[in-house]
């Protein structure tokens, strides 16, 4: 059935000519007009939707979206058209017109807004210019599509109940015509548009936690506040039974661990998903996942990270300049040497701060103390990979030399630290040290995924192993304010069991079921502790800190640097 509404020739209204669109090459896709609404918004948030394909439903988008769904339902009357899908290939556009209606005699284009309407020097409602350009575009889609001139659009502002006029002449189809251009021009360039120059655009903005616009603002404005949310929006599902299944019930998660047990989980409420050892996930909850943006993260029942989905493959842009950034060895190295930095001044003020006040402990790791301050004395001079590979590798063995100065005299002698064991780990320390570590690698890995970068190609760790080099890259920066210390004192708050919350087996020691949900519990909790940023200034939990560096990272090479790895202990 033809979507072409009956209609009668109007003689008295004359069409535009054919010559005033911008036909595209015919290898050129369409851009749509929703885009032409973000690109008068702001050019960086058209490049961040159309090139990067970043989109992020925020509430306001949620809430427009259900106005639309509401309001305009299917009309098959023939005076009046709703949710009408149009393109034309002589302007290069496409999209969905809300309402069309005939107004004594031609037809009018409706667009429904939830916010309110800008106002004329007597107060008269009239759109903004994203508004009225998306109404334009509108217009000349059905105009064509019709056969007829389309003189006026409508743009309804529901929080003010008005209708502004938008008056569809030639200044307006050659504003037009100049913002399809601009996009053609934003789609063929490889970099990033900057921040728009007026900040209080940014305020409404739904890519304004990706953009991150006052972060490239502090050196002008070094007090002034960020967008990017303190708290995570959703929660981790682990699933650590064996016997588990997780599966899909419309939008919820349903874990069964036997037919008698049986839990459901909103999607909307979590963030990923981890799988622990051999529980089973359908399908259909990994399509659900997916579809919402969330990773499912494999580890092995000892803690190992195995494999993660993904669904953000059509970031190609930013995936080649994360490539040509990371091809470049000056660039590796000066990263390197920041992160290198970083970690190792975290070890030091944690076995600073642990020993305080303890003369005798202090005593007992002065010499490591020093060996590590020596090794960041030559940090800064270090020219090669190897050889911060090199001074990491010293400072680390002195910092794990001091760590058992850190425990308590009541924390018994099984649980104590004698020196790094891993693949197996040997004792019970290393288990948790390990599992830990397992556990940072999977939450590195999802913030990674959910900035759209690419984990395999990193600035500093070797591809070596199954492990993503720029996810080894980032733990660690990680490693000691997210499992070290946590770890340490629940050791000294007397939490762990020598007996139930371990598997001793010949050469190696694994965490029981009992252990493995403590270590799980610690974790979470651990990411949902705030500190501030000491570059950002901004108090956030661990859970956005880490994607938080990820997207300081990327800005390295879009334009921004000198962020990245600025956390430190305080």
């Known amino acids: 059935m033809s979507n072409r509404p009956r209609s009668e020739p109007n003689s008295s209204i004359t069409m535009p000519q054919a010559s005033s669109a911008v036909e595209p090459p015919e290898d050129e896709p369409l851009v749509r007009v929703m885009a032409l609404h973000a690109l008068s918004y702001c050019e960086r948030l058209f490049y961040l939707e159309e090139v990067e394909e970043i989109r992020v439903a925020d509430a306001p988008v949620y809430a427009g979206r259900r106005l639309h769904d509401d309001l305009l339902p299917d009309d098959e009357q023939a005076s009046e058209r709703r949710s009408w899908e149009l393109s ?238 990371l091809s470049d060895e000056t660039t590796c190295i000066n990263l390197a040497r920041q992160l290198v930095h970083a970690k190792v001044e975290s070890q030091l003020r944690y076995i600073l701060r642990g020993t305080r006040g303890n003369e005798s402990a202090r005593s007992a790791v002065q010499t490591d103390i020093e060996r590590i301050r020596e090794a960041m004395r030559k940090l800064d001079s270090a020219q090669s990979p190897d050889t911060l590979l090199g001074l990491e590798g010293l400072a680390a063995k002195s910092y794990f030399a001091g760590l ?75 490693r000691v304010p997210l499992w070290d210390m946590p770890l340490v004192g629940s050791l000294n708050r007397g939490q762990w069991q020598i007996e139930d919350d371990f598997e001793l087996r010949p050469g190696h020691v694994w965490l029981s079921d009992t252990g493995r949900k403590k270590a799980l519990t610690l974790f979470e909790q651990r990411l949902e502790e705030s500190a501030k940023h000491p570059h950002t200034g901004q108090a956030l939990t661990y859970a956005r800190m880490l994607e938080l560096e990820v997207r300081l990272l990327e800005k390295e090479w879009t334009g921004c640097p000198g962020h990245f790895a600025k956390f430190r202990l305080r």
Request: net charge positive; charged share 25%.
């Open 88 to 325: 034309s290939t002589r302007w290069g556009i496409f999209g969905k017109v809300d309402a069309a209606r005939r107004r004594d005699g031609p037809w009018v284009v409706y667009e429904h807004k939830r916010g309110r309407c800008r106002r004329g020097p007597n107060k008269e409602p009239r759109a903004w210019p994203s508004d009225q350009l998306q109404a334009v575009a509108y217009a000349v889609l059905l105009e064509e599509e019709l056969g007829q001139p389309v003189p006026e659009a409508r743009v309804r502002y529901h929080r003010d109940n008005v209708t502004a006029r938008v008056a569809v002449d030639e200044a307006a189809r050659e504003e037009l015509r100049q913002a399809i251009q601009r996009a053609r021009e934003l789609r063929a360039q490889t970099t990033r548009p900057p921040v728009h120059e007026n900040e209080r655009v940014c305020t409404g903005c739904s890519l304004k936690v990706v953009c991150l616009p006052e972060e490239e603002r502090l050196e002008e404005r070094p007090h002034s506040p960020t967008f990017f949310p303190a708290n995570r929006e959703g929660q981790t599902l682990h699933v650590v039974s064996p016997k588990a299944q997780v599966s899909r019930s419309g939008e919820t998660l349903v874990v069964r661990q036997d037919d008698s047990q049986r839990q459901t989980v909103p999607i909307r409420l979590v963030d990923s998903v981890v799988v622990h050892g051999h529980a089973q996930v359908t399908t259909q909850a990994i399509h659900l996942c997916a579809h919402h943006g969330i990773g499912v993260h494999w580890l092995t029942a000892g803690g190992r990270f195995k494999a993660s989905t993904m669904n953000s493959f059509g970031r190609v842009q930013q995936r080649l300049r994360q490539y040509e950034a």
């Open 404 to 478: 058992p100065q850190l425990l308590s005299a009541s924390v018994p002698s099984e649980l104590h630290f004698s020196g790094r064991t891993k693949r197996p780990p040997r004792d019970r320390f290393n288990c948790l040290l390990g599992f830990g570590y397992g556990l940072l690698q999977s939450a590195v890995t999802r913030a990674i995924l959910a900035v759209g970068l690419e984990p395999s190609l990193g600035f500093y760790h070797r591809p070596r192993s199954a492990a993503h080099p720029l996810v080894l890259d980032l733990m660690e920066l990680f």
